[in-house]
């Protein structure tokens, strides 16, 4: 799982990314918070030219249903 590598520093997000399943994570308003720890990550190695573009790409990206979710959509 690659969340805890964005959660180290933050138990609370942590604890919030927990409490759905990952399908939900963005319209929960994890997105906020998934958006600025990516961007934190590329701009820090230096790869992209606009690290806020492209986390707000990856979080953006078209989301497929989970396994785990039995939800219907």
Do not use: C, W
């Not at 997105?31 to 720890?37: E, H, I, M, N, P």
């Not at 989301?63 to 939800?71: E, F, L």
């Amino acid at each position: 799982m690659i969340h805890p590598l964005f959660t180290q520093f933050d138990k609370d997000l942590g604890d919030r990314l927990n409490k759905n399943v990952p399908s939900e994570d963005v319209a929960l308003l994890h997105g906020k918070a998934l958006t600025a720890s990516i961007a934190g990550v590329v701009r820090a190695y230096g790869t992209a030219e606009d690290p806020e573009a492209y986390a707000r790409s990856v979080v953006a990206r078209p989301r497929r249903q989970h396994a785990g979710d039995a939800r219907p959509r």
